[in-house]
């Protein structure tokens, strides 16, 4: 009799943890605010595996996250002298893994939150537009300025074709395909509905290199490679629907 009330006593224990398994999944949709003032949409699928006051909460979603460049170069030809301010402001398409652990003050998973996580993206498009500000000491020609768009394309070098870049494209590469860093922030979930405010901290360098030719270009413009890294400010909200627990 001993060994069936153990088993009877383990099986119970068993589906006591359980029941107290939250298992949920649903809809995401929110907005960033990104490097340079750039707006954003995210929307993707979130899943929540909780117990207690802890969950961890896996996602897949499309974001828009921006990144500024700006280039200066000066030109000398004898007494004439030229400077060049370049500014291209870039929104840059990802799908985005971030995996998130939170705290609820609500041993149900409701109330305030805060939570942190790492996130890994891959880039899968984006828009470029670009400004040009060229200003001489030539009194026949003082300067001019341009604007415009470029077509999108990732690549380690900025300029294309060139033979150490991964970008198969003819294009001036304007970001790294990967990218990678940690979120955090603060939320609120009561029943299904979860709101979060958090903060995307990028970790690796999303700006191009320039091609070893043009930092090795003797009596020419030698450009210094560059870092940038997005920083993102995040609002989203997840409407799960329960799949398991109680």
Request: hydrophobic letters at 35%.
């Amino acid at each position: 009799m001993r060994i069936p009330f153990l088993l009877l006593l383990g099986g119970l224990s068993v589906a006591t943890v359980q029941a107290q398994t939250r298992i949920s999944i649903g809809p995401r949709l929110g907005g960033n605010l990104a490097t340079g003032t750039f707006l954003g949409v995210q929307v993707g699928i979130a899943a929540s595996i909780g117990s207690g006051h802890w969950a961890v909460q896996p996602a897949l979603v499309f974001t828009q996250k921006g990144l500024r460049q700006k280039v200066t170069i000066n030109y000398s030809f004898g007494t004439l002298s030229a400077q060049e301010n370049d500014q291209i402001d870039c929104r840059v398409h990802y799908l985005e893994l971030p995996i998130n652990v939170v705290y609820s003050l609500g041993q149900d998973g409701n109330g305030f939150q805060l939570f942190a996580g790492p996130y890994v993206a891959v880039g899968v498009g984006g828009q470029a537009n670009y400004s040009l500000e060229l200003t001489t000491n030539d009194p026949n020609y003082p300067g001019d300025s341009y604007n415009g768009s470029q077509q999108f394309a990732f690549g380690d070098t900025f300029v294309e074709p060139d033979p150490n870049s991964t970008n198969p494209v003819a294009l001036d590469a304007r970001a790294r395909r990967f990218d990678a860093g940690i979120n955090a922030g603060v939320g609120y979930r009561r029943g299904p509905v979860q709101v979060q405010l958090g903060y995307g901290l990028g970790l690796l360098n999303v700006q191009p290199d320039y091609p070893a030719n043009y930092q090795s270009n003797p009596g020419g413009y030698q450009p210094s490679n560059d870092t940038g890294y997005l920083r993102t400010l995040q609002l989203t909200a997840t409407y799960y629907f329960p799949t398991a627990g109680k």
